[in-house]
Every structure is written in C-alpha cells, then in structure tokens.
C-alpha cells in the first residue's frame, strides 16, 4: 500500500500561484511515477500530470501545459504541483496519485490517491 498526503491548496486571485505537495509513504519503490489529478463540480476527474521517478520525465494536460510544472524530490518521496498563472477554471479539488498508468485518449487511471486539497481561483 501506499499512503499519500497532499498539501498547499487554498484560494488565490486570478493570474496568481500555488504550490500542491504530495508526500508519499509506504510501498513507493512499487510506483512508477506520481502526479496530479482534478475534479471540478460537477465535472469528472481528469488527468492533470504526472512525473516518473526515475529520470524525472513529465506528462501535461494540454489545459495547463506552459503553466503548471510537476517535480519531485526523491529523497523525501514528494512530489510537487507548481501552479502559475491560475484561472477560475483552474478551481477544482486536485487530489495526488501514484502508479498513473494511460489507456488512452485523455484516459490516465491511478493505483493510490490522496484525499485531495481544494484550490479556488477568483475572478
């Protein structure tokens, strides 16, 4: 099992930043990777990104790409969610995962989830 605790949501004005944390505990050398998800009312979940962690390599939404940066600190099993230049549509509650694995289209499926943090952006 892997246990997985996010961290730094909160409410920000448009156009500026937060930082999501995730800290993972428990059977991580079982993972591939970690990253981030969201879930917008009424809206279903969707993949926000993700980052292998061994070489560090990353994988985007097309809806926050150039915006949000996902890293990692291996040492302390974390991984980060860096977002800038929020929008209001950006608000949803973004939950963490590991062992994310794609099944095509925009379909990402993840093995362990954390109880995700809200993020509210205002206009």
């Known amino acids: 099992q892997v246990q997985l605790v996010e961290s730094g949501g909160g409410l920000v004005q448009a156009g500026g930043s937060l930082r999501l944390s995730c800290a993972a505990s428990?059977?991580?050398?079982?993972?591939?990777?970690m990253g981030w998800f969201r879930q917008a009312p009424g809206k279903e979940r969707e993949f926000v990104s993700l980052?292998?962690?061994?070489?560090?390599?990353?994988r985007y939404a097309d809806s926050i790409k150039g915006r949000f940066t996902t890293s990692r600190d291996n040492a302390k099993a974390t991984v980060y969610l860096q977002m800038n230049s929020l929008k209001p549509e950006d608000t949803a509650v973004y939950y963490c995962?590991?062992?994310?694995?794609?099944?095509?289209?925009?379909?990402?499926?993840?093995?362990?989830w954390g109880q995700g943090t809200q993020v509210t952006v205002s206009s």
């Open positions: 995962a590991a062992g994310i694995t794609y099944h095509g289209g925009s379909v990402y499926r993840g093995d362990y």
């Open positions: 428990g059977r991580t050398f079982s993972t591939n990777n």
């Open positions: 980052i292998s962690w061994i070489g560090g390599s990353t």
